[in-house]
């Protein structure tokens, strides 16, 4: 069975720090991992990585893939209380056709 | 760009009611999907669809039932609304094209069952 497996659940820090959210998966045919930041309502797109190794980045964000151990990271470094949210991985597979697994999530709470 | 469109916002069903959730998107994906997200949880895929009069069942499918007579349009039908129902609903989208394509959410609907 498919699954998408995120640690840790909920971390709480103080701004200015570096944080580092996990995402596992076991997928079948897998095609591409997503990361998501869901604040009160719709998750908003981070990232889409395909290929191992290669880091995406955005600001202070940044992702990367390792499709032999099969995990991403998505890196926060110096923290604002504008990135308190809950931040999703999702990962497409193609079993018989394309889907969407995600995780649970991981529940960030930046403090000032 | 109005993208993906849900509606109602917000819905406070009893018992036993039925209610039609609608989703429509304006982008021409093939791919659209119905996730529910349970309180401190991550999105369950209820039902999804590749096409025009093509849906499948997803991970929680039991209570609830999709069409899709046209590419824009995927409503999610709950026929006897329980209390296990209680959910914010996403509707999402996607267009395949043979490689990694991002998912399109629409705002949600936030339903209570009571």
Redesign the interface.
Known sequence: EDK?V?SPLSLVVHEGDTVTLNCSYEVTNF??L?WYKQEK???T?LF?L?SSGIEKKSGRLSSILDKKELFSILNITATQTGDSAVY?C?V?GASG?????????T?LKVLA | NAGVTQTPKFRILKIGQSMTLQCTQDMNHN?M?W?RQDP??????IY?S?GAGIT?K?EVPNGYNVSRSTTEDFPLRLELAAPSQTS?Y?C?S?Y?RG??????????TQLSVL
Request: glycine share 16%; hydrophobic share 40%.
């Open positions: 998408v995120q095609r591409s997503l309502k719709a998750p797109f889409m395909t999703l999702a497409e056709t394309y889907k969407y697994i995600f995780g649970t999530g529940r | 791919y999907y996730y401190g949880m991550g999105l369950k895929l999804y590749v499948d997803g914010v996403f999402a996607s395949f490689l990694g394509e991002k998912l399109f959410f629409g705002s949600g």
